[in-house]
């Protein structure tokens, strides 16, 4: 019945074991990370583009989960407009052909794109960064290297950008995070420079409005119009006693100043001359050689 021979049965030869869960080929899951959309599970085509976490997308598939307003999925549920993307400024690898998609290991194959500064293929065996401000690739060990010569400029493009730029693609858990808070320190410096171009603008028309008011006064005396200003003097008097002021003003009115017992008609300017010519004040009464009919006497005149 077997066993002959003096064969000695282990243990999980006899017995049963639970069988181990079947394990991801790393290899494989790094690569479809790097070479397919991360919205629609399909290979990256191009132009494509960036989230704040550093996960990759076809632009073209944003811009149309977008326009229809379909739910994003929770790795994508931060992506709300196109501001939360951006486009990446890849470097072809020449090495790389049709091949390298199907055939071939996964050890083999050349990445479709590399980093332009030291040549390392963007496959996931080395880590890669990308800059919000410019959207240049290139990877981390340049940026390292080269950071110490030009901070705060792209090596690529000579484009200023700050700490806050620096996105790890396709990073791990820990990346994660300080990617979150990359993201929100951006946000918080997009709303200040909002607000302080809005400062701006409006400091602008301010300064604006005091010149078109110049340009009125300028206008008058282009048509010989005289405006005579007031002094400080009657300014400040004003100031100190408007009920004064108002008195001044009271009596030089012309109806006040015909009760003046000085007031002749003579001198009224709104009166007609045949008006004028009824009173005694009037030149042709002056210049006449008999007395006036109210005390003309034929007995004596």
């Known amino acids: ?4 021979g003096g064969t ?33 599970q399909q290979s990256l085509q191009e132009p494509i583009a960036m989230c704040g976490m550093g996960r990759l997308y076809s632009k073209q598939s944003v811009i149309e989960r ?11 549920e931060h992506v709300k407009s196109m501001k939360d993307i951006r486009q990446l400024q890849l470097t072809p690898n020449p090495a790389f052909t049709e091949e390298d998609k199907t055939e071939g290991l996964l050890d083999t194959r050349h990445s479709p794109y590399i980093c332009k500064l030291i040549g390392l293929e963007m496959s996931g065996k080395f880590r890669f960064v990308a800059l919000w401000s410019c959207g240049c690739v290139m990877s981390e060990r340049a940026l390292k290297q080269i950071k110490g010569n030009a901070a705060s400029t792209c090596p690529l493009c000579q484009a200023p950008y700050s700490v806050e730029d620096v ?27 909002s607000k302080k171009d809005k400062k701006e603008t409006k400091k602008a028309e301010i300064k604006t409005e005091p ?9 008058s005396t282009s048509k ?9 003097s009657s300014k400040i008097k004003a100031v100190a006693n408007p009920k004064r002021m108002g008195a001044v003003n009271a009596m030089q009115d012309p109806e006040l100043k015909r009760l003046k017992s000085d007031f002749s008609v003579a001198k009224d ?12 004040s009037h030149k042709t009464e002056k210049e006449q050689e008999r007395a006036h009919w109210v005390t003309y006497n ?3 005149n």
Not at 224 to 232: A, D, F, I, Q, R
């Open 1 to 4: 019945m077997g066993c002959d």
């Open 8 to 40: 000695i049965p282990r243990r999980d030869e006899l017995v049963r074991v639970k069988q181990k869960p079947e394990q991801k080929d790393k290899d494989a899951e790094r690569e479809f990370r790097w070479r397919h959309c991360t919205l629609t």
């Open 66 to 76: 977008l326009l229809e307003k379909e739910k994003m999925p929770e790795t994508a």
């Open 167 to 193: 996105v790890v693609l396709n990073g791990n858990d820990e990346d994660l995070e300080l990617m979150r808070v990359k993201m929100e320190m951006r946000a918080t410096k997009r709303k200040n420079k």
């Open 211 to 219: 010149q078109e008011e110049s340009q009125e006064p300028a206008a």
């Open 224 to 232: 010989n119009v005289t405006l005579e200003k007031p002094s400080t």
């Open 269 to 280: 300017p709104k009166a007609s001359d045949v008006y004028k010519s009824l009173f005694t």
């Open 298 to 300: 034929p007995f004596y």
